[in-house]
């Protein structure tokens, strides 16, 4: 069955540290879907990034920079030189082509950067 | 913004009582998710419509139904409510299933 495990439930740093976060994912299907979105305080879920399977490729843009390992398994999110507006709580997902892109989420990570 | 707006932003209703979650896709996207967001159970997806079709059904329990209608808006009607069913419930569109999914500001919904 697939799963998505973020290991980390809280991360607590202070402003200006590099931070990574944890996706490890469970999965049968050879074509699939991973993501992450971030849960600002306010509420909302705000799209970040989408990797296909078949793209092992690191992305960086800005401040965040992927990492997606295929050999075990995990999709990381790393955030460099951390500001307080990047705290929130971040989740990780999976779709897979047989379930039509409906979304697993992991418990997802409570970020707090401090001043 | 995201472009996908949901109605309303609160609802609080007693049990047993019956309420509509309405939720309008970004323009030109086709696919339409419901997810409840809870303490307990984390995000969890319940449904997916495709230009009206349902698509696939999730951990959605038979008290709950939701259609998608020609203008491409949807509805998730949740019945008989049970305290339990107390969260955040988010709408999402996508413009094809293998493509990212974009969030509304959700409806949080009471029972008291």
Not at chain 1, 33 to 41: A, G, N, R, S, T
Not at chain 1, 73 to 85: E, L, P
Not at chain 2, 47 to 59: C, S, V
Request: charged share 20%; with cysteine; proline share 3%.
């Amino acid at each position: 069955a697939q799963k998505v495990t973020q290991a980390q439930t809280e991360i607590s740093v202070v402003e200006k540290e590099d931070v990574t976060l944890d996706c490890v994912y469970e999965t049968r299907d050879t074509t699939y879907y991973l993501f992450w979105y971030k849960q600002p305080p306010s509420g909302e879920l705000v799209f970040l990034i989408r990797r296909n399977s078949f793209d092992e490729q690191n992305e960086i843009s800005g401040r965040y920079s992927w990492n997606f390992q295929k050999s075990t398994s995990s999709f990381n999110f790393t955030i460099t030189a951390s500001q307080v507006v990047d705290s929130a709580v971040y989740f990780c997902a999976l779709s897979e082509a047989r379930s039509q892109g409906n979304l697993i989420f992991g418990k997802g990570t409570k970020l707090s950067v401090k001043p | 913004d995201s472009g996908v707006t949901q109605t309303p932003k609160h609802l609080i209703t007693a049990t047993g009582q019956r309420v509509t979650l309405r939720c309008s896709p970004r323009s030109g996207d086709l696919s339409v998710y419901w997810y409840q967001q809870s303490l307990d159970q984390g995000l969890q997806f319940l449904i997916h419509y495709y230009n009206g079709e349902e698509r696939a059904k999730g951990n959605i329990l038979e008290r709950f139904s939701a259609q998608q209608f020609p203008d491409l808006h949807s509805e998730l009607n949740l019945s008989s409510l049970e305290l339990g069913d107390s969260a955040l419930y988010f709408c999402a569109s996508s413009s094809s299933w293998d493509r990212e999914q974009y969030f509304g500001p959700g409806t949080r919904l009471t029972v008291t």
